[in-house]
């Protein structure tokens, strides 16, 4: 009589333990080398958000603030969440269609106004 091995005996169960741990650290570890998505990587402005997004946050009313200090934008509605960028910041490429971003300089006066 021929025995057929069970999987549930203890010297099986360990091996195929062993294989199972095996492929899911090899598949962590190729995970992990992975390249990260675009909107984790970080750069400049003028390279992360394209420049010819519609206005849809309003931009274009507001752009008679151009000029003035980015704390003027607190008396007006926004349509959605606003981004103050400073110079030299780096920002990720994740585009919010309704948020306003105030391009600003060192004093935090708004240089441009954009979506994204």
């Known amino acids: 009589m021929t025995r057929v091995p069970c999987l549930f005996h203890p010297p099986l169960l360990a091996q195929s333990a062993v294989v199972v741990a095996t492929l899911i650290c090899g598949a962590a570890f190729l995970a992990g080398c992975a390249r990260p998505?675009?909107?984790?990587?970080?750069?400049?402005?003028?390279?992360?958000?394209?420049?010819?997004?519609?206005?849809?946050?309003?931009?274009?009313?507001?752009?008679?603030l151009t000029g003035t200090d980015f704390t003027s934008l607190a008396d007006h509605r926004l349509v959605g969440p606003l981004r103050v960028l400073w110079p030299g910041q780096e920002i990720n490429a994740e585009v919010q269609q309704t948020r306003l971003n105030a391009q600003v300089n060192i004093?935090?006066?708004?240089?441009?106004?954009?979506?994204?």
């Open 37 to 64: 998505p675009t909107y984790m990587t970080m750069g400049p402005v003028h390279e992360m958000i394209p420049r010819d997004l519609p206005d849809t946050c309003g931009a274009a009313d507001l752009a008679v």
């Open 107 to 116: 004093e935090g006066r708004i240089l441009r106004l954009f979506c994204g």
